[in-house]
C-alpha cells in the first residue's frame, strides 16, 4: 500500500496515504470470510455460513472494519519506514483528514506524536543558589507551648465566671426541628471549644455569655450542603444546659513534658525536644522554600536553556486542559459570545499557547531529569500518599482512590510525586556543597 511518511520534526510526524477501493474491497472479503467462521446465523450451521449471506447482512460493519485495517496497514509500515517504535508514541495517532471519495477510495492523514530527546546538559549548573533555612528560638519556644497546651488536660477554671472564646464549654443539649427530637442531636456533658467551628455557624456564638447551670435556646439553621439531607437547610432549636467551664492548663515545660512528647526515647530531656521541634520547623521552612522559590525558578532556567521539539497534540491538550479552566470561571454571557464567535475562542487558545508549550517542555525536562538521576516513584508510593492524605481529611481511602483512578488523575499525581522527588534532590546537593 502507498503512503507517504514525513518527520515534521523529532517529535512530531504526519502520514498521507490514498487507500484504494480495491484494497477496502478486499479486506472487505478478508473480514467477512473470518466472521463466517464463527457466526451464528438462523438457518446456517455454525460455521457454515456462506460469505455472500455475512456480507449481505452486515456490510456496513464490515465496511467499517475493513477500513480501519487498512489504516492500521498504513500506520504500521510508516512507523516502520519512520523507524518509530510503539512505546515512542504518545497518545493515539490523530486525524488531520480522513475523506471518502466519489470513485470509493480512502485519502487519509494521520498525525503522529512520539516521546522528543531531551539533552540535558550541565544542568546542576542551573540550580540556583540554595540558602541554608534554621528555626529561631522564639519558633521553637512558641511551637514547644503550642504542643504543650494541646496535649494538657482539661481541668476546671478556679472561680465561676460566663463562657468566653476559648473556653470549653461542658453542656447538655438536644435539637429540634419543627418541635421534633432528630436522631444524633442530643448529648450530655459534651466539652465544646468555644470558637473551634465545631459546631453549626452560629451556635458557639449563641453560648458565650451562658453562666453555670443556665438554660438556653440557641436558634441555628443548617446549611443547605449540610451532610444529613433531611436536615440541610431547616431552622432548628437546641436546648442547650451549661455545667461548667474548663480550660487546658499547658503543664511545665520540663523533661518530664519532654519524656511524655518523645515516649521512644527513654533519655528525653527538654532539649532533646527543642532539638525535634527545632528539625521540624526547618523541614517545614525549607519545604516552602523549595516549592514557592527555587524550584520555580530552576524550571524556568531549564527551560528557558533546553531545547528540543513538542509533540503538537500534547500542547493541544494543555490548552484544552486551560481553556477549560478559563470558561469554568466565565459568566454566561461571555460563554454565549465565544459559542457565536469561534475566532474569539481561537484567539484565548493562542493566548494560552505559550504558557501550554512551557508545561509541556518542563513535563519532558522533569521526566528527563529523573532518568538522569534514578528517581522513581513507584505505584505503593502514590497509593500511601492518597490514603494519608485522605484520612487527614476524614474521607475514606479506598473510595477516594478508586475516585483519581476513574477521573485517570494517577498518573498526572505520579509525576508530580516525582518531580517533587528530583527537585528536592538537586536541591538538597546543592544545599550540601
Do not use: W
Not at 521512644?264 to 532539649?271: K, L, M, Q, S
Not at 508510593?381 to 484520612?391: P, S
Amino acid at each position: 500500500m502507498e503512503f507517504n511518511a514525513q518527520r515534521v520534526d523529532e517529535a512530531n510526524a504526519v502520514i498521507t496515504s490514498t487507500i484504494s477501493k480495491e484494497t477496502i474491497e478486499k479486506n472487505v472479503d478478508k473480514v467477512a470470510k473470518q466472521a463466517a467462521k464463527t457466526m451464528d446465523i438462523q438457518g446456517f450451521r455454525k460455521g457454515k455460513v456462506p460469505v455472500a449471506v455475512v456480507k449481505q447482512r452486515y456490510a456496513d460493519k464490515l465496511t467499517e472494519d475493513a477500513e480501519g485495517e487498512a489504516v492500521r496497514a498504513v500506520l504500521t509500515d510508516a512507523l516502520v519506514e519512520l523507524k518509530i517504535e510503539n512505546a515512542d508514541l504518545i497518545g493515539e495517532p490523530t486525524f488531520g483528514k480522513y475523506d471518502k471519495k466519489e470513485d470509493g477510495s480512502i485519502e487519509v492523514e494521520i498525525k503522529v506524536a512520539c516521546k522528543p530527546a531531551v539533552e540535558l546538559g550541565d544542568y546542576k549548573s542551573l540550580i540556583p543558589a540554595v540558602d541554608k533555612k534554621e528555626a529561631d528560638a522564639k519558633e521553637v519556644e512558641a511551637r514547644l507551648e503550642e504542643i504543650a497546651k494541646q496535649s494538657a488536660p482539661l481541668e476546671k477554671i478556679k472561680r465561676k465566671r460566663m463562657v468566653r472564646e476559648g473556653d470549653f464549654a461542658v453542656i447538655d443539649f438536644e435539637g429540634f426541628v419543627d418541635g421534633v427530637a432528630f436522631e444524633g442531636g442530643k448529648a450530655e456533658k459534651y466539652p465544646l471549644e468555644i470558637g473551634s467551628g465545631a459546631f453549626i455557624p452560629g451556635f458557639e456564638e449563641q453560648v458565650i455569655g451562658m453562666k453555670y447551670e443556665e438554660e438556653k435556646d440557641v436558634v441555628v439553621t443548617f446549611p443547605e450542603s449540610y451532610q444529613q439531607k433531611d436536615l440541610a437547610g431547616k431552622e432548628a432549636t437546641f436546648k442547650v444546659t451549661l455545667h461548667e467551664i474548663q480550660e487546658k492548663v499547658a503543664p511545665e515545660l520540663n523533661d518530664e513534658l519532654a519524656k511524655k512528647m518523645l515516649p521512644g526515647e527513654e533519655d528525653a530531656t527538654i532539649d532533646s525536644l527543642k532539638e525535634k521541634i527545632a528539625e521540624q520547623i526547618t523541614g517545614e521552612a525549607k519545604a516552602i522554600y523549595y516549592r514557592d522559590e527555587l524550584k520555580p525558578a530552576f524550571l524556568d532556567k531549564l527551560v528557558e536553556k533546553i531545547d528540543f521539539a513538542l509533540p503538537s497534540s500534547v500542547i493541544d491538550q494543555e490548552i484544552n486542559y486551560s481553556l477549560n479552566n478559563k470558561v469554568r470561571t466565565m459568566s454566561e454571557d461571555e460563554i454565549k459570545e465565544l459559542q457565536e464567535d469561534a475566532s474569539k475562542v481561537e484567539a484565548i487558545r493562542e493566548e494560552l499557547k505559550a504558557d501550554a508549550e512551557k508545561s509541556v517542555k518542563a513535563t519532558f525536562i522533569v521526566d528527563a531529569l529523573a532518568k538522569a538521576e534514578e528517581i522513581d516513584v513507584t505505584d505503593q508510593e502514590v497509593t500511601q500518599v492518597i490514603y494519608y492524605e485522605a484520612m487527614q481529611t476524614g474521607q475514606n481511602p479506598q473510595e477516594v482512590l478508586k475516585q483519581y483512578q476513574d477521573a485517570g488523575y494517577l498518573p498526572a499525581i505520579k509525576m508530580s510525586m516525582i518531580e517533587e522527588k528530583v527537585i528536592t534532590k538537586l536541591l538538597d546537593e546543592k544545599a550540601g556543597n
